[in-house]
């Protein structure tokens, strides 16, 4: 349970410290195999090809992949009101932090009639995942659909696997989260087929093509995004869930504990990190982690991940060493359970999580933060998800006579230097023998 990793008294380069990462390499090379493989086959059957999919990965034969409208209707009716509350507040906040991130446009003025416009452009048509496997999602129906209206995407489409407990629909939970949303093209795929069938589309489903592929997943749906890059945009691989937390001799070995448990119990290849200073703080750690994972309902799959080569105590000599090495992880989720945490220390991860109040399930539902993040490492130069994944910044160019007049000889300058003489001659020609 939780191996050790002790770095005490190592010289930690960059280099030392990415080879000491704990990550489950073998998973990850073996998905992107499988799912670019699933992918292709995607792309060249279509419709029959989701289906014996679905036959093969969920057990679900001749359902109704594009979901009608009674499916949502049902699903929402049935709804428990106390989800239906719970959702409709993280709708709220999600709403109001997704707004936060929506740039305003702004004009620069670079001379008299020069001005270069930054205006921010949604996406026409976007395709969010919910996974729906090992554990039924509707919170991410709200983390995916929201920024993306919030951002003024017009078109939203929603995949997720079909259920052989429900006949071959889809959870009738995230159903009727997408009722409360106003989504109504929602496909029952799942995985890496799901991800092919947004970027290609499938003619006999009705299903067009999006421009941007987004929502958290398994390895499978993380590799197959890889796959189709270039084809569409995506937003990070948020694959196998990994929490890393960073804390000191003061910590509360039972908070720390029961929030690895928490993130172990997504899947097998869950990611569970803790790093710390205090040797006496780790063994308090373990003890209380080996108490209580087979308690929990999901305990055997909890303890499968907190067993795995993903997961680890980690022992350095002391804070700047830790933070190296979270640096250095990137971790999707971050806690930092310290007595003096300067969270601007800690500037590569997803979400980072402060103080012993705010644990990573406060984010997976109702912070107002987004749990859809980069796994994987990709946090070290990918975003979470966000209004600015359905956003393309474009530039917006007006220059009047005179204005370009200003620039003219330095632009011909250039062009020859370049040897482009037809760019310079672009500008002469709108001078030449032509009155003002």
Do not use: C
Not at 69 to 82: I, K, N, Q, T, V
């Amino acid at each position: 349970m939780l191996r050790t990793i002790d770095l005490r008294g190592r010289d930690l380069s960059t280099a030392t410290l990415l080879a000491a990462v704990p990550r489950a390499q073998a998973a990850r090379a073996e998905a992107l195999s499988a799912a670019a493989d699933i992918v292709a086959d995607v792309r060249g059957r279509g419709e029959v090809a989701l289906r014996e999919q679905a036959a093969r990965f969920d057990g679900v034969r001749d359902h109704e992949i594009r979901v009608p409208a009674a499916h949502f209707d049902d699903a929402l009716e049935r709804l428990d009101p106390g989800v239906r509350a719970a959702l409709d507040e993280a709708i709220r906040r999600v709403r109001i932090a997704s707004a936060a991130q929506v740039p305003a446009s702004q004009i620069t003025e670079l001379g008299p009639g020069a001005r270069v416009e930054q205006r921010w452009q949604p996406v026409r048509r976007a395709g969010v995942y919910v996974p729906g496997g090992k554990a039924v999602y509707p919170s991410s129906v709200v983390m995916n659909v929201v920024p993306a209206q919030v951002a003024g995407v017009g078109e939203v489409a929603l995949a997720s696997p079909p259920q052989a407990e429900f006949g071959g629909r889809v959870h009738p939970d995230i159903l009727a989260a997408a009722k409360l949303l106003g989504i109504t093209e929602v496909y029952a795929m799942g995985g890496a087929g799901a991800v092919a069938a947004y970027a290609y589309g499938v003619a006999t489903l009705g299903l067009e093509p999006v421009d941007v592929v987004t929502g958290p997943g398994n390895n499978f749906v993380a590799a197959a995004k890889r796959a189709v890059g270039g084809v569409v945009g995506t937003d990070s691989e948020a694959g196998a869930t990994e929490i890393l937390i960073v804390a000191d001799e003061h910590a509360d070995a039972t908070l720390a504990a029961v929030d690895l448990i928490s993130q172990a119990e997504h899947d097998e290849q869950a990611s569970a990190v803790l790093v710390t200073w205090s040797e006496p703080f780790g063994a308090a750690v373990r003890a209380v982690v080996e108490e209580r994972v087979d308690a929990t309902r999901n305990g055997i799959r909890a303890r499968t991940a907190l067993e795995g080569p993903q997961s680890a105590i980690v022992l350095v000599d002391d804070r700047a060493a830790a933070t190296a090495f979270s640096n250095a992880y990137a971790p999707e989720h971050l806690e930092l359970h310290l007595e003096d945490p300067r969270p601007e220390d800690f500037v590569n991860a997803g979400a980072v999580f402060v103080g012993a109040h705010s644990p990573v399930s406060l984010g997976d539902y109702l912070a107002g933060s987004n749990h859809v993040l980069p796994t994987g490492g990709q946090a070290r130069y990918a975003s979470g998800l966000s209004a600015s994944t359905f956003l393309r910044p474009q530039q917006v160019i007006s220059y009047d006579r005179e204005a370009l007049r200003t620039v003219e000889r330095d632009i011909v300058a250039l062009a020859d230097a370049e040897a482009l003489p037809a760019h310079g001659e672009a500008v002469t020609a709108r001078f030449a023998g032509r009155e003002g």
